[in-house]
Every structure is written in C-alpha cells, then in structure tokens.
C-alpha cells in the first residue's frame, strides 16, 4: 500500500474547504487555540474550520538511526508557492509500517527532520502548534486516552504553552 | 482570533520562562523594555492574539437586517515562480480603489476603559483621560503624507495608507479615500480587576502602567460588542494598560489588536483594543522608543482597514506565508499590514493640532504578494519606505565599483535626495567641544567642500560630526567604523544642519580609504537605490 497524500495545488477552489469541513474528510482533533492537534496515523485529516497551516513535511526517523519511519505532510491546498510549501488545512500523516513512504524527491522545500518517539507519539511544534503524530484514533481508544496522551506530552515537551501569547 | 501569526508562541514563551526564574527581574538594556521604578523589565510587545475563531453572531433578524462593514472583495495577482499569477480573495474596508473615487466613512466609536487595580491603593488608569490626545491624532485628523516627491494628500493616518497602497492600481483616482468617522464618544466603562487578573506597576519617570490578564479582558469585552453595529468600528481605549497572562509584567505586552466575529462576514462585528501607551513607559530599542501614545492604534487601524475579518474562516485575508523580519523566523500567514515592520525602525511622526504622534510605518499588499512592480506609490513596498536600506553606490573606480548593501541610515540625516560626489576622507571629524568642554576640533585631512566626506566613528556623537562637515560644505556624510561588524544606526547627539548620510562598515570604509590612495572614488547615496525590506525565507511546516 502507498500513502495517499492530498492532491496539491487544489488553488482557489481550496478556500472553499474552509467552510464545508464535513465533506472533505474527517476535523483534527484540535483545542480550541489550535496550539494541540492529535494526528493519528493514515487517516486524511483537515484542520477546524478556520484554520490554516503552513504548509510541508515533517520526516520522522527511527530513534538511533537515519530510517524514516513517518512523514507528515501538510497539504498545499489552499495556496501553492511551490516545492511543496504555501498554505493548507489538509493532513496526513504517513507511516511505514503501514504503507510506503513517499521518496525523498518529494520531500517538500521546508522539510524538517525529526526524530520518532520512543512512545510512539512523537510531538512536533511548528509555528505554534504542536502536533501529536502517532495519536491514537479517537474511535479506537477512546476520546479519554488521547486527551491524556496529550496533556503527557505537551507537559514534558513544552510546558510553557499553556495559556501562552 | 485575530493575526494569525505562526510561530510567535515559542519565542515568546521562552523570554517569559527565562523572566520568571530568576529571582528578581531581568536587568536589560537591549530590546524593548518597560522601565518600571525597581529598573526596566524586558517585555515582548505584540499587537495581536493566538489564533482562534471569532465570536459567534447574533442569530436574531436584528442581526441579520442590520448593515454589515462596508468593505469590497477582490483578488491581486500574486506571482511565484513554480506558479505562475494566483488569484487570492482580499476583502477589504472602503470601496475597490480600482473602480475610481469613492469615499467612504465609517462610524467610529471610542470606548474608554477604566481599570481600578487590586494593588494597594487601588491605583487607576482611566482611558477617559486620554480620548482627546486620541481624537486630536492623526488617526482621526488630517496631515499630510508625502512618499518621496508625491504628495499622497492631507487626511487621516489610514487613508492616507489605503492610498498609497493603491496608488498605482489601474483605476485608482486621487479622489478615493477611506476614512474614520468623527468619534462618538462611548460612556466609561470602569473595570474592577479581581486579585489575580492584573497589577498596576509604577514607572521610574513616574505614573503607572497596568497589566490585565488577557483572557479576562477578551471575557470583559466580548458582552460590550452587543452595543455596537457591524457597519460601526468600536475602538477599546485604555491608558497605558497592556494584555499578559495572570496580569504579570513578565509575560507583558499585548499592546492593541483587532477581532471580528465569525461568519458572515457581511455582518460580523469588528472591534480594535489598543492602548495609549504614555512617554516613558517603553524604552530600550528603537521599537521601545516608538511605543508611544497613539502608534499602538495606528498599527491597528492600519490592519483593521486591510484584514478587518479575521475571526471569520472564509473572510481571513490569507498570504502566501512569509517571514516576519527580525523576529526570530516568525511567520505569519495573513495579510497583517504592521506585525512586519513591529520590529526594527518604522515608526514616524505627524503632528496635529500642535502635537507630535507617532505611528507605525506599513507593509502593502505587494510586500506579501512578491508583486513586482509594486502597484503601491513609488513602487515601493511599505507606506512610508521607513525599513528599505539604502546602499552605498561606489561609481569608481572600477575596481572597487558596485553596490554595498552593509550600510545602515541615520534618522536625523535621511536621504531624500540624490546625492553623487567625490569621497575623501577627513579623519575623525569631532568638532569643537564636542569630546569635552574645550576640547578643539580635529582637523580635517582634506576639504570636504562639495565632497562626500568619510569620517571615522568615535569619540564623539555622529549627528555633531555630520553637522560639522555639513557646514564646512560637504555634499554627503559616510560614517565609518572603526571596528568590525555590521553598519549599525545611530541615535541623535546634536547639532542642526545635516546633509544626506549613511553609517558603512569598517571593511568598506578600508576599501575606500584604501583606493583614494591612487585614485579618486566616486559615491552616490540615492533613494532610488533603495532595497524592499527584506522578504525572503522559507517557513517551516505547522
């Protein structure tokens, strides 16, 4: 199986995904201030009506070694400048023990390395966001268990980004 | 809810992480800071909130008969390489200045805010008493713009910017104009802040500033917005009273920001806090020393005017993502006309009524789009062209010839002319009793009449070395260093007569004084030579 990876360059007709969440594929599970996203693994998400994300891809790599495990990739959708990057509110995270992973040629031109959690969530903060990749499925754990997941990691992580500016 | 700024959180954060485990406050004199009466605090001042949606409208037909903003929509080409031109929506307030004259005015309401502190004493900071500084600023009087040679007009702080952002657009007419009404001004709504939610601070030059916690006040103001119509801009004013977390200077200053409600746009609510922040309160930079009285509120009424829906999903103005200059590789994703320039020198000064106000200098549209060439006045990027550096041109000889970017401009000696000449060096140029009282001139090595001189920094204040060589007939200054490192700016330190100038690296000013000793070295300071502000670099995913 290759992961699927949202169409890029959807342009204009993008902005239109804004408003009609619902039809496009399943909502992030996002706070409110869009600074926690849980990202599960192989589902094609989009962010909360509203919001937007810079886009590219975040190239996870095993603990101790230079193997990719995942790559999660923020979807140009909404405004394409190129290589991968510009503007999106689609999500997915791709992981290799599911599928194939999509080659290096198409990492995008703001790709970041980052190492997997020995976890298996791994966090990734970029631009104000931390997203969660390798949360489980609310359907299959329980909303519980995420919300916990969450509060775990962004603690450790990052504990200044509650209520913060 | 209303810049959606990216990557603001964690710089921030980490400045307020380093405040608060220490055990006294941090003792700074770079960047911006508060001078507080135990010693300046560092702050981080910002003019917007983290991203999350708007309130939700009214659902009664009052609502929804009620007139919404007057703004238009259209789209401008925005050009990538790998994309060709790319069609974004922008809504925007007033009339679409390609269609020609219009004028448009909207009703304006100040609303002033009064904070009573749970500090002992119960200071007060009552925005009442700063509505006529406010009404009598160029945000809502009239003074005139220019940018370079072209009169922009006499008018108001935004639509003078509305102007010159479309100057150059086909259709544009100098008879286009949007404005803020005359104010009305709203019944004080006084605040008692509960322990917790904010703290009075007293200032070194005396007086107060406050700090509210920010969730509170967003609470406080949210029910205030059912008085107030979708076609009117309420204006929250407060005197010197800032947002941070639990109300603590550490994790000061959200200094103004503008909101909307969510959709629909075509009648969502939208509202501007922005504090007048009193002399003396920032200090410590150049942005510190810019917060002052009405430039939070030109800052917000300039992105007001140009994403007035930013807690509305489909009416956020969204740009291609871009590099916030100077901050840290922040990025930021919506077309926000003043979080670029919050960093560096851009604020300027108008006066009206007989009294000096500062406001901030603006990015335009084409800044975000890539346009080229900018369809704003002069081509230019920004309202005001404060932030483009201007290099130093070496026409000969042409072994040296070209353009040397490392240069930094002197406030008090601008270049608003061309100037071409040859260079000579003179040496330190400190006049008279300016090292010490009676302490004589350093003579020049060369005459600098009709010249563009060379002098080296040091020793005494730059501004009394330029105004020397100025009345001994020099054409143009260059400052030199005499260290390395980059060309830096320099604050006023007297004198009255100046002549365009530029402050160039130690290496430059070798390589000049180098080549004068064989042959003579022509320069040019020109504004026409003048660099966009910079606007590169990619933005990370997230």
Redesign the interface.
């Known amino acids: 199986m290759t992961c699927r990876f949202p169409l890029r360059?959807v342009?204009?007709a993008g902005?239109l995904l804004?408003?009609m969440p619902a039809l496009a594929a399943p909502i992030a599970s996002c706070n409110?201030?869009?600074?926690i996203c849980a990202i599960p693994e192989n589902i094609l998400l989009q962010l909360p009506?509203?919001?937007?994300?810079?886009?590219?891809?975040?190239i996870v790599d095993e603990p101790g070694g230079a193997v990719v495990s995942d790559v999660?990739r923020?979807s140009n959708n909404?405004?394409?400048?190129?290589?991968g990057?510009?503007?999106g509110n689609m999500l997915f995270l791709c992981s290799a023990d599911d599928a194939a992973l999509p080659p290096a040629s198409t990492y995008?031109?703001?790709?970041?390395f980052i190492t997997e959690d020995p976890s298996g969530v791994t966090p990734?903060?970029?631009?104000?966001?931390t997203?969660l990749l390798g949360a489980p499925e609310p359907g299959t754990f329980g909303l519980l268990s995420v919300v916990i997941a969450i509060a775990l990691l962004v603690r450790r992580q990052?504990r200044?980004?509650k209520?913060?500016? | 809810m209303q810049s959606l700024r990216r990557g603001e959180t964690t710089g921030v954060l980490l400045g307020m992480t380093i405040l608060c485990c220490g055990a006294t406050f941090a003792q700074v004199t770079d960047g911006p800071t508060v001078n507080l009466i135990d010693g300046p605090v560092s702050v981080v001042p910002t003019f917007d909130l983290p991203i999350s949606p708007g309130p939700a409208q009214s659902l009664s037909s009052f609502a929804a008969l009620a007139p919404g903003l007057s703004f238009y929509t259209a789209s401008y080409p925005a050009i990538f390489p790998s994309f060709g031109a790319f069609p974004l929506p922008f809504n925007i307030v007033g009339t679409d200045p390609a269609l020609g004259a219009n004028t448009t005015t909207i009703p304006t309401v100040l609303v002033p805010l009064k904070f009573v502190f749970p500090n002992p004493g119960s200071p007060t900071l009552d925005g009442t008493n700063v509505v006529p500084a406010v009404q009598n600023s160029p945000i809502f009087l009239a003074a005139d713009y220019m940018a370079g040679s072209i009169d922009i007009g006499v008018t108001q702080f935004g639509d003078a910017l509305q102007r010159a952002e479309f100057w150059n657009l086909p259709g544009f007419s100098s008879n286009y104009h949007v404005l803020l009404g005359s104010p009305s001004i709203a019944p004080t709504l006084t605040v008692i802040i509960p322990a917790g939610k904010g703290n009075a601070f007293a200032l070194s030059g005396g007086g107060f500033m406050g700090v509210v916690d920010t969730i509170y006040f967003e609470q406080t103001l949210t029910p205030l917005l059912s008085g107030y119509l979708a076609n009117q801009l309420p204006i929250f004013l407060t005197d010197n009273v800032f947002l941070g977390t639990n109300g603590l200077v550490q994790n000061c200053c959200i200094i103004g920001y503008h909101a909307s409600q969510g959709p629909p746009i075509a009648t969502a609510k939208t509202w501007i806090y922005a504090a007048y922040a009193e002399p003396g309160t920032f200090s410590g930079s150049q942005v510190g020393v810019g917060i002052v009285d009405v430039e939070p509120l030109s800052h917000e009424v300039a992105e007001w005017l140009n994403d007035p829906f930013v807690g509305a999903s489909l009416g956020i103005n969204y740009i291609p993502p871009a590099v916030l200059p100077g901050q840290g590789g922040s990025c930021i994703i919506n077309f926000e006309t003043g979080d670029p320039l919050e960093s560096g020198p851009t604020t300027f000064t108008k006066v009206t009524n007989g009294t000096t106000y500062s406001l901030q200098d603006e990015v335009v549209l084409p800044w975000y789009l890539h346009s080229t060439p900018s369809f704003s006045v002069n081509g230019w990027y920004t309202f005001q062209n404060l932030s483009a550096a201007i290099p130093l041109v070496i026409n000969s000889p042409a072994n040296i010839a070209g353009s040397y970017t490392n240069a930094a401009k002197l406030a008090f000696a601008p270049i608003n002319t061309p100037v071409t000449g040859n260079v000579v060096y003179v040496g330190r140029g400190c006049p008279a009793n300016s090292i010490s009282p009676g302490s004589p001139a350093d003579p020049y090595l060369a005459n600098p009449s009709g010249q563009i001189v060379l002098i080296d920094r040091g020793a005494c204040a730059v501004s009394l070395k330029i105004d020397a060589a100025a009345n001994a007939g020099a054409i143009g200054v260059l400052i030199g260093l005499v260290a390395p490192g980059d060309a830096v700016s320099f604050s006023y330190g007297g004198g009255t007569n100046f002549v365009p100038s530029l402050v160039i690296t130690q290496d430059e000013s070798n390589i000049i004084k180098g080549a004068l000793m064989s042959s003579p070295v022509n320069a040019t300071l020109s504004p026409a030579n003048a660099l966009p502000v910079p606007h590169s670099g990619l933005c990370g995913p997230g």
């Open positions: 360059a342009g204009f902005l804004l408003t409110t201030t869009f600074t009506s509203g919001f937007a994300a810079i886009a590219g891809d975040v999660f923020i909404l405004i394409n400048t190129g290589g990057t510009g503007l995008s031109a703001n790709a970041v990734f903060l970029g631009n104000g966001t997203y990052s200044a980004l209520g913060g500016l």
